[in-house]
């Protein structure tokens, strides 16, 4: 099984900050990689997948980056509605395994 | 509009049998990979099984093979997940996803429902 490792696991950031978040996988995945947001009380929403590549209306300040076991979900300048949960998840293997998540919170 | 509705959750004991099911809507289902990801209580989310279009793959998460089966209905637009043996770890919301149309069997989840919450305890 190919662990994800996320890194920090809270992150507090002004609004109007850049916030950094990584994602560490266990073994290479190439890039099936997709990252994840997630509020409390709702459904996780994708918001990069492939590694890189944006998912539909998600705004151009999310930006994904890496290859093989080494991943980055930038957001360029932090809105209030960005603050949430984000998880990493690899497809590149059975079984599908996600990160733990990274909180990301008001400073 | 692209839709996923779980319903079927509910409190069970240990050891009893329930069965989930995600209605889809919007999209052609009979096209799709569906995924079950199930979120213990304030925990991250857990890949549980995902099943191909024809049903010709299916695979598990180790921890619920042999208990938990997927199935689809593609005539009537709806996944299932069969869960017997149910134990205490079992408790979470359990969420269907699709997997993005990619030509292949890679590809993120890229619609969720809304979950639906299983509670097994005593």
């Known amino acids: 099984e190919i662990v994800m490792t996320q890194s920090p696991a809270t992150l507090s950031v002004s609004p109007g900050e850049r916030a950094t978040l990584s994602c560490r996988a266990s073994?290479?995945?190439?890039?099936?990689l997709a990252w994840y947001q997630q509020k409390p009380g709702q459904a996780p929403r994708l918001l990069i997948y492939?590694?890189?590549t944006r998912a539909t209306d998600i705004p151009a300040r999310f930006s994904g980056s890496g290859s093989g076991t080494e991943f980055t979900l930038t957001i360029s300048s932090l809105q209030s509605e960005d603050f949430a949960v984000y998880y990493c998840?690899?497809?590149?293997?059975?079984?599908?395994?996600f990160g733990q998540g990274t909180k990301v919170e008001i400073k | 509009e692209v839709q996923l509705v779980e319903s079927g959750g509910g409190l069970v004991k240990p050891g009893e049998s329930l069965r989930l099911s995600c209605a889809a809507s919007?999209?052609?289902?009979?096209?799709?990979?569906m995924n079950w990801v199930r979120q213990a209580p304030g925990q991250g989310l857990e890949w549980v099984s995902s099943?191909?279009?024809?049903?010709?793959?299916?695979y598990y998460e180790d921890s619920v093979k042999g208990r938990f089966t997927i199935s689809r209905d593609n005539p009537k637009n709806s996944l299932y997940l069969q869960m017997n043996s149910l134990r205490a770890e079992d408790t979470a919301v359990y969420y269907c996803?699709?997997?993005?149309?990619?030509?292949?069997?890679?590809?993120?989840?890229?619609?969720w429902g809304q979950g639906t919450m299983v509670t097994v305890s005593s």
């Open positions: 996803a699709r997997k993005r149309l990619t030509g292949d069997h890679l590809g993120a989840f890229d619609i």
């Open positions: 073994q290479s995945v190439s890039s099936n």
């Open positions: 492939d590694a890189s």
């Open positions: 099943i191909s279009s024809s049903s010709t793959y299916i």
């Open positions: 919007g999209f052609i289902f009979s096209s799709c990979t």
């Open positions: 998840q690899q497809y590149n293997n059975w079984p599908r395994t």
